[in-house]
């Protein structure tokens, strides 16, 4: 299938990253605010945060792009675990993110399609309340890194690789089974400010599992 390359850009930010880029911004201010005498126990202990995913892509249209709306990936993450008062946690984090959304199994021409690959370097704020099982709303911003996996079809055009800013939002539930060792679920919205002509921004859902170590 060919892709049409207009030369129409979308604006550099949607409102829905827009809000999620203050958001973000917002919860990394309120850790630089926290009062020093606050931080109780676990003070200055480290973080090291494993994730597994299952992707839902929401954009570009798959159908329209040779791209199926499933995929996978993981996330490392490495941050400092503060517990507060009142059941309050706070976890600054750096990490990196890999998505792989899967090629349709065929196309028009009855040939696999293209793959897409989003990898990620980010920052931000996990938020947590409770004792033994922790609501928990986390929020990065980063910088961004798609691809595309040609199928080596000559009846169909490939977006080229593309970057740009980089956001996700999520909910997770944490459950302490000790103090060194949490595991939960976690869902979260994923998104790429890199468009290619009239190719739209990655866009997706992401559905996992993950498992922190507190040192």
Same mark, same amino acid.
């Given at each position: 299938m060919i892709r049409s390359r207009s030369t129409t850009r979308r604006p550099l930010l949607s409102p829905v990253a827009l809000a999620l880029a203050l958001a973000t911004g917002c919860a990394c201010a309120a850790v630089l605010l926290a009062p020093r005498e606050a931080r109780a126990d676990n003070r200055g202990s480290f973080d090291l945060g494993i994730d597994g995913d299952a992707n839902a892509l929401l954009s570009p249209s798959p159908a329209g792009n040779n791209l199926s709306t499933l995929g996978g990936g993981f996330k490392l993450r490495f941050g400092d675990h503060?517990?507060?008062?009142?059941?309050?946690?706070?976890?600054?984090?750096?990490?990196?993110?890999?998505?792989?959304?899967?090629?349709? /199994?065929?196309?028009?021409?009855? $040939?696999?399609?293209?793959?897409? %690959?989003?990898?990620?370097?980010?920052? &931000?704020?996990? +938020?947590?309340?409770?004792?033994?099982?922790?609501?928990?709303?986390?929020?990065?911003?980063?910088?961004?890194?798609?691809?595309?996996?040609? /199928?080596?079809?000559?009846?169909? $055009?490939?977006?080229?690789?593309? %970057?740009?800013?980089?956001?996700?939002? &999520?909910?997770? +539930?944490?459950?302490?089974?000790?103090?060194?060792?949490?595991i939960g679920p976690h869902v979260e919205f994923d998104y790429i400010d890199a468009s290619s002509g009239s190719v739209g921004s990655p866009e997706w859902m992401t559905f996992g599992g993950h498992v922190d170590f507190v040192f």
């Amino acid at each position: 299938m060919i892709r049409s390359r207009s030369t129409t850009r979308r604006p550099l930010l949607s409102p829905v990253a827009l809000a999620l880029a203050l958001a973000t911004g917002c919860a990394c201010a309120a850790v630089l605010l926290a009062p020093r005498e606050a931080r109780a126990d676990n003070r200055g202990s480290f973080d090291l945060g494993i994730d597994g995913d299952a992707n839902a892509l929401l954009s570009p249209s798959p159908a329209g792009n040779n791209l199926s709306t499933l995929g996978g990936g993981f996330k490392l993450r490495f941050g400092d675990h503060f517990r507060l008062r009142n059941g309050l946690y706070l976890t600054p984090e750096v990490g990196y993110a890999f998505d792989h959304v899967f090629p349709a /199994s065929t196309t028009n021409f009855g $040939a696999v399609g293209e793959a897409e %690959n989003m990898n990620r370097f980010f920052a &931000g704020l996990r +938020v947590g309340f409770g004792r033994n099982i922790i609501p928990t709303l986390y929020a990065h911003i980063g910088y961004g890194f798609r691809s595309v996996s040609t /199928s080596g079809l000559t009846d169909a $055009a490939s977006v080229p690789g593309t %970057n740009g800013l980089a956001l996700d939002t &999520g909910i997770a +539930v944490e459950f302490r089974l000790s103090r060194h060792f949490w595991i939960g679920p976690h869902v979260e919205f994923d998104y790429i400010d890199a468009s290619s002509g009239s190719v739209g921004s990655p866009e997706w859902m992401t559905f996992g599992g993950h498992v922190d170590f507190v040192f």
